[in-house]
């Protein structure tokens, strides 16, 4: 079985719709450590009501990003985690780590990848104009955003819509398609080809809608 760790920086309500599906028996893996750089995140009280390991690593306490990231390695490591997910995790991971567990980090971001890379993705989408915003789970390179893209959400930006009820909306579709990635990963259903990501045992020719729109249709 897969044995997870997964980094979080505040409230954890991806971390939350991780262990349910879990739980549930969707995703055949195992959490075996929550890291949080931030003390008070709320999600290691989530991890805690489900007998979850938690470990603080603040980033304050390291004198530079290397020493940090050498750390959280040293951490799981100790755990034998085979897959990180970064779950909110509010920091920019090195090379060092990434080389670390190569091809074994997730990441989720809110919004569609390429497009509103970095912080805020949502609301930098909602600020544009565009038509449909999203989500997006990749797997995690040396840049910022920019690492195989393994599934998207799409989700339309509404004429009435405030930067919030839109975030709301893209956090929902977060919570699906993030368990659904771990879930394809854990099955070893993932393969990565020239930075596209290849999923086994799916027939998408057989989907009912292969496209999305943004406006009305009589």
């Known amino acids: 079985m897969i044995k997870i760790g997964i980094l979080i920086s505040g409230s954890g309500s991806n971390l939350q719709s991780i262990i349910e599906a879990v739980k549930a028996g969707n995703i055949a893996g195992e959490i075996v450590l929550v890291i949080s750089n931030n003390a008070e995140a709320y999600g290691l009280t989530r991890a805690a009501n489900y007998n979850i390991p938690t470990k603080v690593v603040k980033h304050d306490d390291y004198s530079d990003r290397h020493t940090f990231d050498q750390e959280l ?3 799981l490591k100790e755990s034998q985690v085979d897959l990180v ?3 909110g995790f509010m920091r920019v991971l090195g090379a060092g780590f990434i080389a670390a567990f ?3 980090v997730i990441n989720i971001h809110p919004a ?3 497009s509103f890379s970095g912080t805020h ?3 930098q989408a909602f600020a544009y104009g565009v038509k449909l915003a999203g989500c997006t789970v990749h797997f995690v390179d040396e840049k910022v955003d920019h690492g195989p893209i393994i599934i998207q959400a799409a989700v339309p930006v509404l004429s009435d819509d405030s930067e919030e009820r839109l975030a709301a909306r893209i956090l929902r ?3 699906k398609i993030f368990s659904r990635a771990l879930a394809l990963f854990c099955a070893g259903k993932l393969q990565i080809e020239d930075r ?3 999923i086994s045992g799916v027939d998408e020719s057989q989907l009912d809608d292969q496209f999305l729109i943004s406006c009305p249709v009589e």
């Open 85 to 87: 997910v970064l779950a």
């Open 173 to 175: 579709c977060e919570h």
């Open 121 to 123: 993705g949502q609301g």
């Open 196 to 198: 596209k990501v290849k």
């Open 112 to 114: 569609l990848l390429p």
């Open 73 to 75: 390695v040293k951490v």
């Open 102 to 104: 190569p091809d074994r």
